[in-house]
């Protein structure tokens, strides 16, 4: 009887054991899978230099005095028939990389940056992150907002910016496949960011203390703070740079050259 028992009781202890091994081996597992995807995310997702699936371009491969300014999140109202004044002024063609929906509300602004001169690539349908989506989903945003950019009389839309920079997987993979440039930059002002900043200096230093030849520039005309701090610290990157000899190209003829 004794040994019975005993033996039920070794048994048990060692089930006990071993069942906390599995959990200890299956949380180590969980962690590591956890850690690793952590990682690829970290790495490639946000970083404009680089992408899984496509390389990014972030700025052109040349020793020649080129450079790309490139505005996000527009067209705007207000802010982009000013902006269109400026660059006419200094002969400057630029990239302007559009919301869908914003095009559908100014339709006659967005009309005027392509009859300029200007390149239109595509920045999403309504600045959703291209991440944790279908490709469905990915797919018809594309679609959606490519239709939206030729009914303005462009006849193909080759340049791609994604909302905050989010790429991961699913979106280069959609980019290939419609043979599209996923276009990101290497120059920003983070003080372009601070809604509060009204130094136009602050802003067109920051930018021209990273400028090398073939960088790729953003700035964003629609953002909801100080358009005229705006406009400014653009002027003062356009003559800065044009004293320096640099010369300004619109990203798909950057590409080519
Ligand atoms: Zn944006």
Not at 89 to 118: C, L, Q, R, W
Not at 155 to 161: D, G, H, M, T
Request: proline letters at 4%; charged letters at 25%.
């Amino acid at each position: 009887m004794f040994e019975t028992i005993y033996l039920v009781y070794a048994f048990g202890n060692s089930a006990i054991k071993m069942s906390k091994k599995i959990l200890l081996i299956f949380v180590f597992i969980i962690f590591v899978i956890f850690s690793i995807v952590a990682f690829i995310f970290l790495y490639y997702n946000r970083p404009p230099y680089r992408s899984l699936i496509i390389d990014p371009l972030y700025h052109f491969e040349t020793q020649e005095k080129i450079v790309a300014l490139t505005f996000d999140d527009g067209p705007s109202e207000t802010w982009t028939p000013l902006l269109l004044d400026l660059l006419e002024k200094y002969e400057v063609k630029a990239t302007f990389f559009m919301i869908g929906e914003n095009i559908e509300k100014f339709p006659d602004v967005a009309k005027s940056v392509y009859e300029k001169g200007h390149e239109i690539g595509s920045h999403s349908y309504n600045h959703k992150r291209m991440i944790f989506k279908t490709p469905g989903f990915i797919r018809s945003d594309l679609e959606k907002t490519d239709r939206i950019i030729k009914d303005l009389g462009v006849s193909e839309v080759k340049s791609y910016r994604p909302p905050y920079g989010d790429k991961m997987i699913l979106l280069p993979l959609e980019l290939k496949k419609q043979g599209k440039t996923l276009v990101t930059f290497d120059v920003q002002a983070m003080s372009e960011y601070q809604r509060e900043n009204q130094d136009s200096s602050m802003i067109s230093r920051e930018i021209l203390d990273q400028i090398e030849p073939g960088s790729i520039i953003v700035m964003h005309d629609g953002r909801g703070y100080n358009s005229t701090t705006f406009l400014k610290a653009v002027e003062e990157i356009i003559v800065e740079l044009k004293t320096e000899g640099y010369r300004f190209v619109k990203v798909q003829e950057g590409i080519s050259l």
